[in-house]
């Protein structure tokens, strides 16, 4: 598997190189500037790059600072712009938050006091951890959630092993379907918000960067959260009901599992709350933006975020050492190479915009629209499912959205129509390992064989495409004012 992945990164690195100079040595097609042409080899070295990760995937989101000066595609102040937008920092500050929660452990006591909450019952442990991944990774990082989840997982699945009476297949089901679960719940979780996971956020970030239109956070929780209540519970009833029925019916002495837990975190702490405090007021502060415009006309989603970012260093622990709830130390973990994607993504997509690129797309592919745009749709669901199923979903959005944006206007058709659902898909594969971090955190318990996640991932793939674009004309079109055939006032 190694090999195969280096042989992977070293073909894709050649392949991009060639496709690279290739581009620079031929002509441009007829109807394209030199500049859209040479914006468009870098955009194919870094498609491809990212795709194959023939380097990392953030040193390739470098490249706009180095060939767009020299090819003269955009001057460095308009190429390193994007590095800075205003939705960078809101990802910044809650991936702060996030740390914050981790360094103190609110994230495992809020887990575990869902888990214990909702019940013992097998039905209820798998309801009760879907419901406290999925709500962790609205707000935490889904890796982090689903490392925190998984051994509290494993202490309960190595309980039913030594206590259960039951036959082995039942008892495997359940295993299957627990940490599968985790998996999926963190997946489908961090969608509800648009700092849950990446591609949301650079979503919110290309739109504003390239048309000025503004996702708000309250705007994209209206969208989110009716999906992640919709998914969920169609995951759990896919996993336990059909493809891998629960037959256990108690599982005796489970609540001391979870108990157990919960006592060695000892009494809630004053970092805890005073953590939580930040948290809470940084959520509703968020939600309730849009009512405070009048008030602070100048607040923003960003500035909430970075606000609570410098709140939490400023905020003493109320511990005898009086030292701050966070130290600059604890952001070493901060994972500043998505950061960098973001921007590598958005200065792609401001030199396609910019250079004349998207609008020769557009009128490439303006005959699609003879074709029913319910189908267009779906296909660009399903291949962005299948296609994270083995590359990065930040990278794959990251290079698909300023394509899909063009091609939607290109047929006459308002870009959100395109790039929200494929935004959305890119968090959505449950196939493979390889596919999320969740994936292979759970892969990596070997509780679950790669066969049995992708016989459960496949169905799911295949619903989410379908309730997406069931979604695209419901919900979508209602919160983001969609009308089909009708390219919105806000295109330049």
Request: with cysteine; net charge negative.
């Amino acid at each position: 598997m190694l090999q195969r992945f280096v042989n992977l990164s070293q073909f894709g690195l050649y392949l991009g190189v060639i496709i690279f100079i290739a581009f620079l040595l031929l002509p441009a097609p007829e109807g394209m500037s030199d500049v859209a042409w040479k914006t468009a080899a870098v955009a194919m070295l870094m498609a491809t790059w990212w795709i194959t990760e023939a380097i990392p995937i953030s040193t390739t989101a470098l490249l706009p600072i180095v060939l767009f000066p020299v090819l003269n595609i955009a001057p460095i102040g308009d190429t390193t712009a994007p590095y800075a937008n205003p939705l960078i920092f809101l990802f910044m500050g809650g991936f702060i938050i996030a740390i914050a929660m981790q360094r103190w452990e609110l994230h495992k006591r809020i887990a575990l006091r869902i888990v214990n909450f909702v019940g013992v019952k097998p039905s209820s442990i798998i309801i009760g951890f879907i419901i406290a991944s999925a709500f962790l990774s609205m707000w935490v990082s889904n890796t982090a959630t689903a490392l925190m989840m998984l051994p509290i997982a494993i202490s309960v699945l190595q309980f039913v092993e030594k206590k259960s009476d039951n036959t082995a297949a039942p008892v495997t089901n359940f295993e299957i379907v627990l940490v599968l679960a985790i998996a999926y719940a963190c997946n489908i979780g961090g969608i509800a918000t648009l700092i849950g996971t990446p591609p949301n956020a650079l979503l919110a970030a290309f739109m504003l960067e390239s048309y000025d239109y503004e996702i708000s956070f309250a705007k994209w929780m209206l969208v989110g959260v009716p999906l992640v209540l919709i998914m969920l519970p169609v995951m759990y009833l896919l996993l336990s009901k059909v493809i891998y029925p629960i037959k256990i019916k108690e599982l005796p002495g489970g609540q001391s599992v979870i108990e157990t837990q919960l006592k060695g975190l000892g009494d809630i702490t004053k970092p805890e709350v005073r953590v939580a405090i930040v948290f809470v007021t940084t959520a509703l502060l968020w939600i309730f933006r849009p009512l405070l415009s009048d008030i602070l006309p100048g607040l923003s989603d960003a500035g909430i975020a970075v606000t609570a970012g410098v709140a939490l260093f400023l905020i003493p622990t109320g511990l005898k050492d009086e030292s701050m709830l966070l130290r600059w130390e604890s952001l070493k973990e901060l994972p500043w190479g998505i950061l960098i994607l973001f921007g590598g993504g958005l200065s792609l997509a401001m030199a396609i915009t910019t250079s004349g690129l998207a609008t020769w797309i557009g009128e490439t592919v303006s005959g699609l629209d003879a074709l029913p745009i319910i189908l267009l749709i779906f296909l660009v669901i399903i291949i962005i499912v299948f296609l994270t199923e083995i590359t990065s979903n930040t990278a794959t959005a990251a290079a698909f959205l300023p394509i899909l944006a063009s091609t939607a206007i290109g047929i006459g058709q308002d870009p959100m129509l395109f790039v929200l659902p494929a935004a959305i898909a890119a968090s959505c594969a449950f196939m493979l390992p390889v596919a999320t971090p969740p994936n292979a955190i759970i892969y990596g318990s070997g509780k679950v064989t790669i066969p049995q996640m992708a016989n459960a991932g496949i169905w799911l793939n295949i619903i989410v495409s379908v309730l997406f674009t069931i979604a695209s004309y419901t919900i979508f079109a209602y919160v983001f004012g969609i009308e089909i055939g009708v390219v919105p006032d806000w295109i330049p």
